[in-house]
């Protein structure tokens, strides 16, 4: 009864016989049970009658106390205590070489072991107890986390740390790690050709966002790289042929959990998408890319390399970025910042204030000291951290 359940299912996948046995016999474990326990109590009192009969015999009445007492103690010992603990410490040991047993011992006592469980069950449904009711062997989400972090070293940390990224992603949201709308970059087709093909050309990325007029007005991507080459291989680009060479777009509804978003970016074929809420409006941009760092990390290695809203001071401060995501920050400069409410540290300084601070304004939030460096259309546009002099508070009793 102590044997892991998922390791004996793995066992018995592989073809253990002894694991297949157990497998079998722990599928009705009533009638196990009542197999053992029919054969215990069967040995324990045929024992006892034995000792009081010997003790009869030898001491007459006066040597059943004394029976009773010895074969107490060595019942307990030899048959109890001793064999269950080993079993305990090493159930795999012993419940594989006892199926070989109890498997056509089971088939023979059959009739009788029925007939003690129907009695039982019929006790148990009395008392509002059925069988069907039992809690089954699945791990909810959280007792799986348990398992992973208790898995010590037969799991390396990193892989850890992956394992249960993956079973929060159902936690996170796809507004959570996106590129929020005022850092999207794209470019506008009703610019001239002349202005569209310098911007593509200084243009970091291989996929440009198109829109017209303004963010909120969509058409798709375009290649850069082949933007280029038709503009080289023509005599010039026109807005119709640019117009043709954009694909659609692909939008993601605001709210929509990141496993699910990883299945649709699959089932649909795409790299990236477009958030939007219920009205249609664009939120941010959501990248595989940004999706897969969620769950093994980012691949830079210096914390503050891919976090370009984060410059390092000499004096060990932080000047960051009020557009710099909590999530990034928490995760990347190992920054205890509340990430349940607001999303940027932007936001998180102003539900703080409850009002729009002014530059020079100093606060403390979650222990760490911040200065409001520079405000600009009505925003925090720099703020400065101090992680170095964080003070932590301790409960009050």
Do not use: C
């Given at each position: 009864?102590?044997?892991?359940?998922y390791r004996l299912k793995?066992?018995?996948?592989?073809?253990?016989?002894?694991?297949?046995?157990?497998?079998?016999?722990?599928?009705?474990?009533?009638?196990?049970?009542?197999l053992i326990l029919l054969g215990n109590n069967f040995v324990n009192i045929m024992a006892s009658s034995l000792a009081t009969l010997i003790a009869l015999r030898l001491g007459g009445d006066g040597a059943i106390a004394i029976a009773a007492g010895i074969l107490t103690f060595v019942v307990l010992i030899f048959s109890e205590v001793a064999p269950k603990t080993l079993a305990a410490m090493h159930p795999e040991k012993v419940a594989f070489?006892?199926?070989?047993?109890?498997?056509?011992?089971?088939?023979?006592?059959?009739?009788?072991?029925?007939?003690?469980?129907?009695?039982?069950?019929?006790?148990l449904k009395l008392l509002g107890i059925y069988q069907e009711d039992s809690e089954g062997q699945a791990l909810s989400r959280e007792e799986l986390k348990t398992v992973?972090?208790?898995?010590?070293?037969?799991?390396?940390?990193?892989?850890?740390?992956?394992?249960?990224?993956?079973?929060?992603?159902?936690?996170?949201?796809?507004?959570?790690?996106?590129?929020?709308?005022t850092q999207l970059d794209g470019i506008d087709i009703d610019a001239?050709?002349?202005?569209?093909?310098d911007q593509l050309q200084q243009s970091p990325y291989t996929r440009v966002l198109v829109y017209e007029g303004s963010i909120d007005h969509v058409l798709g991507f375009i290649h850069s790289r082949n933007i280029l080459k038709e503009a080289l291989d023509s005599d010039g680009?026109?807005?119709?042929?640019?117009?043709?060479?954009?694909?659609?777009?692909?939008?993601?509804?605001?709210?929509?959990?990141?496993?699910?978003?990883?299945?649709?970016?699959?089932?649909?074929?795409?790299?990236?998408?477009?958030?939007?809420?219920?009205?249609?409006?664009?939120?941010?941009?959501?990248?595989?890319?940004?999706?897969?760092?969620?769950?093994?990390?980012e691949f830079a290695t210096d914390p503050s390399d891919h976090i370009a809203s984060v410059h390092p001071q000499d004096d060990g401060s932080y000047l960051v970025?009020?557009?710099?995501?909590?999530?990034?920050?928490?995760?990347?400069?190992?920054?205890?910042?509340?990430?349940?409410?607001?999303?940027?540290?932007?936001?998180?300084?102003?539900?703080?204030?409850?009002?729009?601070?002014?530059?020079?304004?100093?606060?403390?939030?979650?222990?760490?000291?911040?200065?409001?460096?520079?405000?600009?259309?009505?925003?925090?546009?720099?703020?400065?951290?101090?992680?170095l002099e964080r003070r932590i508070e301790k409960p009050s009793d």
């Open positions: 009864m102590t044997l892991n359940r793995h066992l018995a996948d592989e073809g253990h016989t002894g694991a297949q046995l157990a497998a079998k016999l722990l599928e009705k474990p009533d009638r196990l049970i009542g070489p006892a199926a070989w047993v109890y498997t056509p011992l089971l088939k023979v006592m059959f009739p009788l072991v029925w007939l003690v469980n129907l009695m039982a069950n019929s006790i992973v972090n208790e898995a010590g070293a037969m799991i390396p940390h990193k892989h850890q740390r992956m394992l249960l990224s993956i079973l929060d992603l159902e936690k996170t949201y796809v507004e959570d790690i996106m590129v929020p709308r001239s050709i002349s202005e569209i093909l680009l026109t807005h119709e042929e640019l117009r043709e060479l954009v694909r659609e777009p692909y939008f993601i509804p605001k709210g929509t959990p990141l496993n699910k978003q990883l299945i649709n970016f699959q089932r649909n074929r795409r790299r990236w998408g477009l958030v939007v809420d219920e009205y249609g409006d664009v939120h941010g941009l959501l990248t595989m890319a940004d999706l897969l760092e969620e769950i093994v990390g970025d009020g557009t710099a995501s909590l999530r990034e920050l928490s995760r990347n400069m190992h920054w205890e910042l509340p990430t349940e409410g607001p999303k940027t540290l932007n936001g998180l300084i102003v539900e703080h204030l409850q009002t729009l601070p002014e530059a020079g304004t100093s606060l403390m939030i979650e222990g760490y000291p911040i200065d409001i460096i520079q405000i600009q259309d009505n925003v925090v546009k720099t703020a400065r951290i101090r992680p």
